[in-house]
């Protein structure tokens, strides 16, 4: 049996992280390094906001150009929350065990800057929720 999951963080769509990151900071009192990752494979940028030590991360997620996976979201929805993210032990596993609980499988694993070179993978449940996979360590090539 696989360990239980560890909500790692909670992403919110954007339409520009440096706009939007004052009103989080002051709404959740949350704390910010200053670093803003692109991701030319996620077609996005990413800052993480803290909250509490133990606290789960707040993630700004912002469209990087017309081909984003996120900018439709954002047209339509005007933004907002839009996934959870676990960490895991073994991505394939986890893929495998969603799979089996009725989870289509959004987005196969890919390496991502923010979490220096980790892979994540993307799910989307039966219940609709958007959840992003991140693995604990890199992977190591064979």
Sequence with gaps: MAPPLRLHHVGFVVANIETAM????RSLAAE?????????LQKVRVAFLATRSLDPLIELVEPAG???PVLRFLKERGGGLHHVCYEVADLEEELAAFRSRGALIAKRPLP???FGGRRIAWVITSE???VEL???S???KR
């Design 22 to 25: 004052p009103g989080f900071l």
């Design 134 to 136: 991140l693995e604990e």
């Design 66 to 68: 017309d081909d984003s």
């Design 138 to 140: 890199v992977r190591e």
């Design 32 to 40: 910010w390094d200053g670093q803003i990752f692109h991701d030319p």
């Design 128 to 130: 609709k929720l958007l």
């Design 112 to 114: 991502a800057v923010a």
